[in-house]
């Protein structure tokens, strides 16, 4: 019963270099929805997206920071120049489809530190 | 803005107990309410969600909601130290098919 696939689970990236995170939906799921947790924080939206499209990327960093969720393959987040302030939790989350209605599961986080 | 209120705690109850966690959400258009359990380092995991007004139980879980108040609640019955963590709420509204999510309330319960 495979869950919310993320991968790497812990990343460690010293300062200006590029972090990539990838995240495969459940089985089954088109929509795919990024998170950030910092360290004693709640959960602050980041990006969602289809199959080949963004649909709402209103809680991403203006810089630095793209997600993609090609036709083929997992879903990534990449942080350029990496800065010390994006130390965090980040986390996928997957759903069935579209509408409030619908349960959103999350993986299991990757954990990014900047040295 | 949209904004997910909770009290952060943290909360201590003895096992046992009824533990209630309080939320409040700012946009009268939220729709779809739930309730995530978080353990220290680890990833959220979906407890209950409640559409509509009234009272939802799962097993020790109650969920309450109240429109009108634009409050979302949920007890723990026979509260147990596994209970120990931290409880989100998360909203979504009308169109949008993300979770606002709360800062979160710790909870301890004690031997």
């Known amino acids: 019963n495979a869950g919310v696939m993320q991968n790497p689970r812990h990343l460690v990236r010293r300062r200006g270099q590029e972090a990539r995170l990838r995240c495969s939906p459940m089985?089954?799921?088109?929509?795919v929805y990024w998170y950030r947790q910092l360290p004693e924080e709640g959960l602050k939206f980041m990006v969602y997206?289809?199959?080949?499209?963004?649909?709402?990327e209103s809680g991403m960093p203006k810089e630095r920071f793209s997600a993609e969720f090609p036709k083929e393959g997992p879903s990534i987040l990449r942080i350029q120049q990496v800065v010390r302030g994006d130390s965090a939790a980040y986390f996928c989350?997957?759903?069935?489809?579209?509408?409030?209605?619908?349960?959103?599961?999350f993986g299991e986080g990757s954990w990014l530190t900047v040295v | 803005q949209k904004e997910v209120e909770q009290n952060s705690g943290p909360l201590s109850v003895p096992e046992g107990a009824i533990a209630s966690l309080n939320c409040t959400y700012s946009?009268?258009?939220?729709?779809?309410f739930f309730w995530y359990r978080q353990y220290s380092g680890k990833s959220p995991e979906l407890i209950m969600s409640?559409?509509?007004?009234g009272d939802k139980e799962d097993g020790r879980f109650t969920a309450q909601l109240n429109k009108a108040s634009q409050y979302v609640s949920l007890l723990i019955r026979d509260s147990q130290p596994s209970d120990s963590a931290t409880y989100l709420c998360?909203?979504?509204?009308?169109?949008?098919?993300?979770?606002?999510f709360g800062s979160g309330t710790q909870l301890t319960v004690l031997p």
């Open positions: 409640i559409y509509s007004n």
């Open positions: 089985k089954g799921h088109s929509h």
């Open positions: 998360a909203v979504t509204s009308g169109s949008a098919r993300q979770l606002t």
């Open positions: 946009d009268r258009g939220s729709q779809s």
């Open positions: 989350a997957s759903s069935p489809g579209a509408g409030s209605g619908n349960t959103i599961y």
């Open positions: 997206l289809q199959k080949e499209n963004i649909i709402d």
